[in-house]
């Protein structure tokens, strides 16, 4: 049996409550932007329009250090193949290497 969650009354905010609300969003838009400049100085400017984004990583592993199996499961999801599948095999077509690892990674060996 689900107890019932009790309901708040509609009420507007506490005199204390507008004052710690107007104090925590007045810091938070105080606080300085910490980004790199092209040039790989920093930069409290938020004008700089440079993103502060660090390395994009599968696991751990830097992307650009990936084999490229990793590259092509990132490119394409392999049990989206079907449609290729098909074509090559209405064709009667090899698959290349990079669809030989689609079709595997489909389910067939």
Known sequence: MMNELPTLPN??????????????FAAAACRPFAGH??????TSDPASGVP??????VFGTPVEDLCEQE???RERNGLDVWD????HARADKLPDKKDDF???FHGLF
């Not at 502060?52 to 990583?57: Q, R, S």
């Open 11 to 24: 009420q507007a905010f506490s005199a204390e409550q507008k004052e710690y609300l107007q104090g925590f």
């Open 37 to 42: 400049l092209s040039d790989g100085r920093l």
């Open 52 to 57: 502060n984004a660090a390395a994009e990583t």
């Open 71 to 73: 590259h092509w499961k």
């Open 84 to 87: 290729t599948l098909v074509e």
């Open 102 to 104: 689609y079709f595997r």
